[in-house]
């Protein structure tokens, strides 16, 4: 029963009165920036990242983590109310969740999504307990070479699946790769594209990068769209369910649930993916597919608890192999590192209140989002209307304060300002910016054990194929690749992606 | 020539330029050997792989059969006020302090909008001013100067 004994501690950590009150916090803020519209948990967090700098690295990541949450649950009740998606992955919940809100049921869609989400997320917590112990001693026995290979896997895993097109995808894993290579080389001393600045001698802030990639850009390019919203002005009455709604939707947030935790473990799988998948599994189950995209709550249960599930469950790669699956968790593995935590098996053993206490407060996070938000629904619904001509440049400031905060410095802000053309650059060439930081993240390490590596083995690269582990990651990555970029399936994805 | 899918030719041209740029300055970095990599090793390595995702979406960009055939269309208004705004706010805060810099990007970054109004955004600005100063200034107590350098006696 370690297990417990290890949920336990977790509970001493989390429940501590400091950390329930950043958990607490850090929901709300989220949730708060979550639910203005285009404005997705990676942004969220990119913008909310230096508000917990000054804290401890437990309760900063407990904060951190609500605030994705909160998110999350931001983005669904948007697009719910507006049939704004906040993000990709909830741009399945506006087709049916919207069309109920319209029907008057709103109330009921934000209780579905609340709960489903809160079931699944407490079954998500329960697989990454279980889970975490054994892989990261998986990992303990990897060598330079494996690690080389997984993250490898991991890269191409996390664009395969998830990106339009898949050579700009690699392009921008490459760029990301160089461009975590600015700064200071850990092994030789030297200094590398620095251009002879100072400030560069560290390498890039990841918040300016973050920041200027999403928050920044996100704004231009909203601003481009000059798009107008259509506020929802009926009002709220009765989040109960009714019992026939909740006996239709149990089911679906079951399938969601197991469907969403098993995908969220794959590179490159989480919330996106599995909210897809969700809602083409209920509506080909469903009895009455015809009834999808009218306002079946099952369109709403299914995929709104698989996001949740998948978005858990994609810690368990970070924090037992230290890969982020996708880019959110990139973002926590790069909030890691500024507190001083190299995400990976270590964490675990040299670090475990720290662990259990973010497993914990995740489950956690959960339940204050169900007490407090469902409340809450009618002020963030008031926050939706407050026209975005007013709402940007507080955005911006915010994103500036808390740039300037980070190292009390201001050549941080301008970098951002960069960052945030690059971005647009990037949006208007059709490239993607989420596997770019992926490969920022990742960039250092995976040169660290390519050297080792390679030093082990006297030069001679084939002991990336000789060792078995490492053999079947480049395998497996290749034959992802592979498959991918055969013409039926690419076919089959286009199709998948339109739909 | 006739390029057909002119965002993938950019998007081409933009990493063969970063390819090559990484490689030019990692040669100057210290190469190594394959097994005893210098700080240019890496970085090397990418650039050339780089560059060749770069041509092969090039030559796609030029001669490929699918994809769109529009050339992306800027619009220069939101993108230089709000880069603008940034930067100067990262310019103007030391030498004018938070609450001027403050003024400046709100009203500077709200040309931005199609909307835009003088009396709103500088309405905007007083608000915002306000809310800053209470929650980063008085709570939370963020080490940043508040005042005009000229006025608080700073150098």
């Not at chain 1, 399945?92 to 809160?118: E, N, P, W, Y």
Request: with cysteine; aromatic share 8%.
């Amino acid at each position: 029963m370690e297990l417990l004994a290890n949920l336990a501690l977790g509970f001493q950590t989390a429940a501590s009165p400091m950390n329930l009150l950043y958990c607490l916090v850090g929901a709300l803020i989220g949730t708060l920036i979550g639910v203005l519209p285009g404005i997705g948990p990676v942004q969220t967090i990119a913008i909310l990242l230096p508000t917990t700098f000054a804290l401890p690295p437990v309760s900063a990541l407990i904060m951190l983590a609500g605030i994705y949450y909160g998110a999350q649950y931001g983005g669904s009740t948007t697009s719910i109310l507006v049939n704004v998606p906040g993000e990709a992955s909830s741009v399945v919940t506006c087709l049916d969740g919207h069309q109920m809100a319209r029907q008057g049921r709103a109330g009921a869609a934000l209780t579905i999504a609340a709960l489903g989400s809160f079931v699944a997320g407490c079954f998500a917590t329960l697989v990454l307990a279980v889970l975490a112990v054994p892989l990261s001693e998986v990992a303990f026995k990897f060598g330079p070479a494996e690690y080389f290979s997984l993250m490898v896997f991991g890269l191409i895993g996390s664009v395969v699946l998830a990106s339009s097109s898949l050579i700009k995808a690699v392009g921008m894993i490459v760029l990301g790769l160089l461009l975590g290579m600015i700064g200071t080389d850990v092994t030789s001393g030297a200094h590398r594209f620095t251009f002879g600045i100072l400030e560069l001698s560290d390498g890039i802030g990841f918040v300016s990068l973050a920041m200027g990639l999403f928050g920044i850009c996100d704004i231009i390019n909203s601003l481009e769209k000059r798009e107008k919203r259509d506020i929802l002005k009926t009002k709220l009455t009765g989040l109960w369910l009714k019992k026939a709604d909740l006996k239709l939707a149990l089911p679906a947030v079951l399938r969601g649930t197991l469907l969403g935790s098993l995908l969220g473990i794959l590179p490159g799988g989480g919330a996106i993916i599995s909210s897809f998948t969700a809602y083409m599994i209920e509506k080909k189950s469903s009895r009455h597919p015809e009834s999808f995209g009218k306002g079946n709550i099952c369109g709403v249960a299914g995929p709104e608890s698989a996001n949740n599930a998948a978005s858990q469950t994609s810690f368990v790669p970070l924090l037992t192999l230290g890969i982020p699956p996708n880019v959110v968790l990139a973002m926590m593995a790069g909030a890691m590192m500024i507190h001083g935590i190299q995400p990976g098996p270590r964490v675990i053993t040299s670090n475990p209140a720290l662990f259990w206490g973010v497993i914990v407060s995740m489950w956690m996070g959960n339940v204050i989002l169900v007490l407090l938000n469902l409340p809450l629904v009618g002020i963030w619904v008031r926050l939706l209307s407050v026209p975005y001509r007013l709402l940007f440049p507080a955005i911006l400031l915010f994103c500036c304060i808390g740039l300037y905060s980070v190292n009390n410095n201001t050549f941080d802000i301008g970098l951002t300002a960069l960052c945030g053309f690059l971005g647009y650059v990037f949006h208007k060439l059709e490239c993607e910016p989420a596997p770019l930081i992926l490969g920022f993240v990742l960039g250092p390490m995976m040169e660290e054990n390519l050297r080792r590596c390679m030093l082990l083995s006297r030069g001679d690269p084939t002991v990336f194929f000789t060792r078995p582990l490492s053999l079947t990651f480049l395998v497996l990555a290749a034959a992802m690749l592979i498959v991918v970029a055969l013409p039926t399936i690419r076919r089959g994805r286009a199709k998948a992606f339109t739909e | 020539m006739h390029i057909r899918h002119p965002k993938d030719f950019l998007t081409g041209v933009m990493f063969i330029f970063f390819g090559a740029a990484a490689m030019a300055m990692s040669v100057g970095l210290n190469i190594g050997t394959a097994a005893k990599m210098g700080p240019g090793y890496f970085p090397f390595v990418l650039g050339a792989l780089l560059g060749v995702l770069g041509a092969v979406i090039l030559l796609r960009g030029v001669a490929g059969a699918s994809g769109s055939h529009e050339w992306p269309i800027l619009q220069v208004k939101p993108l230089a006020a709000v880069l603008l705004s940034v930067v100067l706010f990262s310019q103007v805060l030391l030498p004018l302090g938070l609450l001027l810099s403050t003024v400046l990007l709100v009203v500077l970054s709200s040309t931005a909008s199609h909307e835009f109004r003088w009396k709103e955004a500088l309405v905007n600005a007083a608000v915002l001013v306000t809310i800053i100063l209470v929650v980063f200034v008085y709570f939370l107590e963020f080490q940043i100067p508040v005042w005009p350098a000229f006025v608080a006696g700073r150098g």
